[in-house]
């Protein structure tokens, strides 16, 4: 079966440990703290490789995580920092959460590389904490957790064009002739078992990818058949030749197979049901009864509403350069932009600070706010911008420690001091 969807574990790396250390050195009195950082965590990065077509390979490992940063050393020496794990996908494929279902990257178009999950960045050694009032810190900043996630993958063919129909309607016939797409063919129901994609180039006229979407039945949104299993691979694609057997040789009616697997497309997405349509007419090279008709019969029901029906032969070829110059020109009339599913969920505003414990207390004339919690806020908050200065104070209100600090007799223009860190209160 094409390997299309696959779930995985995916965890970024876990930031050093900063070193608590002093120097010590014949002759070097009072050498002072010289505790090295941790190294940063390897980050989680998804990268589009020409080379994929199926996304196979996440289907037998199903774990993945980044280097962790090593633990800083004395005499300021810098932990290393972990190794980035790359993972290699093909272009197309959506990136979700797992629980929620929420686009975190879509590998395509301009987007051949995200970091999806950062490494934790590495704590800072005891060097840091010297202050004139402290100037033995017996203190190192822990490194950032790991980031963990489960994630879904998808995968979306980008194609311009969507060939949909009953299976054995003609629709990879179509594609083979006008494409140099490969397609395997056969009298019987379901021979195309994943999507197959071919360039249309055309004289004069800008050429097009075109996607033979795998034969729909009725009931394919709710996972009757096969064609199920690949209703997602029309999202992407802005016109759809909707193609379908005049002759009847299946003994079902062309008219009644176009409203059928149209009520698929609105049951499984209502948007990709009003997406342009072209009917593509096929095997009138085997309609032996003229008086009926049946390519006039779909003019009659559907060019009223603004669906254009080509009368073609995939077997001859007949009527097929008309069908694909329409189609172009349509095209062109469109927004050239691919479609691009947009993110929806972020990873890195999802930290969690769970409820670690903190203490507030007085000691020599400033209020020392200390704890899990106040490391893990200050290892993931960028103070130096405004976005993150922003955030830390949102963060004193709403964990209640502003509360807590004006309960201990806080004054304006007290300091406070969380670790490295020291301001004046003010209100």
Do not use: W
């Amino acid at each position: 079966m094409f390997a299309d969807r696959a779930k995985i574990f995916i965890r970024s790396g876990k930031g050093g440990d900063g070193h608590c250390s002093f120097r010590r050195e014949l002759y070097v009195p009072n050498g002072g703290p010289d505790g090295g950082d941790g190294g940063k965590g390897g980050d989680l990065i998804f990268e589009v490789d020409e080379g994929l077509n199926t996304l196979v390979d996440y289907r037998h490992k199903r774990k993945y995580a980044a280097g962790d940063g090593e633990q800083g050393g004395k005499r300021r020496c810098h932990g290393k920092d972990g190794k980035d794990l790359v993972l290699r996908v093909p272009e197309g494929t959506v990136i979700k959460e797992a629980v929620s279902g929420k686009v975190i990257a879509d590998m395509s178009g301009d987007n051949r590389r995200q970091i999806v999950l950062k490494g934790g960045k590495g704590g800072l050694g005891n060097q840091h904490f010297a202050t004139s009032t402290m100037q033995v810190p017996k203190y190192a900043q822990p490194g950032q957790p790991a980031r963990e996630l489960e994630v879904y993958m998808e995968l979306k063919v980008i194609a311009d064009v969507g060939l949909i129909g009953f299976p054995n309607v003609g629709k990879s016939t179509l594609l083979s002739r006008v494409t140099n797409a490969e397609p395997k063919i056969a009298n019987y129901h379901f021979t195309t078992l994943n999507p197959n994609l071919g360039v249309v180039d055309l004289d004069g006229a800008k050429g097009f990818v075109m996607a033979d979407i795998p034969g729909l039945i009725e009931g394919a949104s709710e996972g009757v058949g096969l064609g199920h299993e690949f209703l997602r691979h029309v999202e992407r694609t802005k016109l759809m030749i909707h193609v379908v057997d005049a002759a009847g040789t299946e003994g079902r009616d062309p008219v009644d197979d176009i409203y059928k697997i149209n009520a698929e497309l609105a049951a499984y997405n209502p948007e990709i049901a009003q997406r342009p349509q072209v009917i593509a007419a096929n095997k009138t090279d085997l309609i032996y009864e003229p008086e009926s008709d049946p390519v006039q019969r779909l003019k009659d029901e559907f060019e009223p509403k603004g669906i254009r029906v080509f009368p073609i032969s995939g077997a001859t070829g007949k009527g097929i350069s008309e069908l694909l110059y329409y189609v172009s020109s349509q095209l062109e009339q469109m927004d050239t932009a691919p479609v691009i599913f947009e993110q929806e969920y972020f990873p890195d505003d999802e930290l969690i600070y769970e409820d670690l414990p903190y203490t507030v207390e007085q000691v020599d004339g400033m209020y020392v706010v200390e704890g899990p919690k106040i490391e893990k806020m200050l290892g993931y908050t960028n103070l130096d911008s405004e976005k993150g200065f922003a955030f830390f104070q949102k963060f004193l209100k709403d964990s209640g420690i502003l509360e807590d600090l004006e309960n201990a007799g806080i004054q304006e223009g007290d300091t406070v001091r969380m670790y490295g860190l020291q301001f004046d209160y003010y209100k």
